[in-house]
């Protein structure tokens, strides 16, 4: 029977159950809590592999595109029976994987804002209406489906210092100037305990390649300005090879502060944003099979390719 339940909608208590399921099913799988939230919510990590290359794969970032999350849960569930068996996992051999990488997961990055839209905090509770006032400064974002952000209304996928300057001129032009749903930059870069505890893990683990899941649009992202990182190009044209995903150029306004931009920037290495499924967020949990089927060429392809 599956650990990683992939029919209901995802929380933050589900999140750091299935982790804690899966490392006692499979000891040679680790975890460690990082940190708690404004709101006292952990985020804790899952690491998988011994091998020499360090990935880092995160999902949870925005709020309503928290089906990225059973992705990689199911995906260390598979590695794991895959490894226990001594099968393969998208054609490729467990312990071959194992022993290339280590792979380390952060599944869900902003559980606040997670579990204000699946449902586990309900109308009238405080963090709710705390969260509906905030909403109301931006009346054409429906709530909460609307919502991306923390639960202190930061979008934490533009509070990184990569040109986080421009990211405040650019979102502050289209009106997001004060904590909302969506897009709000902060006071500072790094001003939010998630994307400090996730930036300071993230120069801990000192990744070779990092791929961050969002939804939606089926597109793979893979530069930051003009930062040129050997190989990057190619890794990721495979990556859209096996997924059927298209690579593609981030357009302007959504071109900075994020965390794939910061670790482009700052470890001149490797670095993704990954789109999956189609529609409007947040994607419905039925769409899971097919969003699962189609990204874990892409969990195995990145760890396992080499560079051209």
Aim: net charge neutral.
């Amino acid at each position: 029977m599956s650990i990683v339940q992939t029919d209901v909608p995802m929380t933050a208590e589900r999140n750091i159950a299935t982790i804690r399921a899966l490392t006692k099913r499979y000891p040679f799988l680790r975890s460690e809590e990082l940190t708690k939230t404004a709101y006292g919510r952990p985020i804790r990590t899952l690491v998988l592999g011994n091998g020499p290359r360090r990935m880092l794969y995160t999902a949870g970032h925005h709020a309503n595109e928290w089906i990225a999350v059973p992705i990689l849960l199911k995906f260390a569930e598979d590695f794991a029976e895959a490894l226990e068996s001594g099968g393969k996992i998208y054609g490729v051999s467990a312990a071959d994987l194992a022993s290339t990488a280590t792979i380390y997961m952060v599944p869900m990055v902003n559980p606040d804002g997670v579990d204000l839209v699946t449902g586990s905090i309900r109308p009238g509770e405080e963090q709710y209406e705390e969260a509906r006032r905030l909403a109301e400064n931006y009346p054409q974002i429906p709530f909460p489906e609307g919502w991306k952000a923390n639960l202190l209304g930061v979008d934490l996928n533009l509070n990184y210092p990569a040109g986080w300057l421009q990211a405040r001129e650019n979102k502050f032009s289209q009106g997001y100037t004060r904590p909302g749903p969506r897009d709000y930059v902060g006071k500072a870069p790094l001003d939010q305990i998630e994307t400090r505890t996730l930036a300071g893990y993230t120069e801990a683990v000192n990744p070779e390649r990092m791929v961050a899941f969002h939804a939606q649009g089926e597109e793979i992202y893979w530069q930051y300005r003009d930062v040129f990182v050997i190989g990057a190009k190619a890794l990721g044209e495979r990556l859209a090879q096996v997924s059927g995903y298209t690579l593609a150029e981030v357009p302007f306004l959504s071109a900075f502060a994020g965390f794939k931009d910061w670790f482009i920037n700052f470890f001149r290495r490797p670095g993704y944003t990954v789109e999956v499924g189609k529609g409007k967020n947040p994607l419905p949990i039925s769409d899971f099979p097919g969003i699962y089927a189609k990204n874990l060429g892409i969990l195995v392809t990145a760890a396992m390719e080499n560079e051209n």
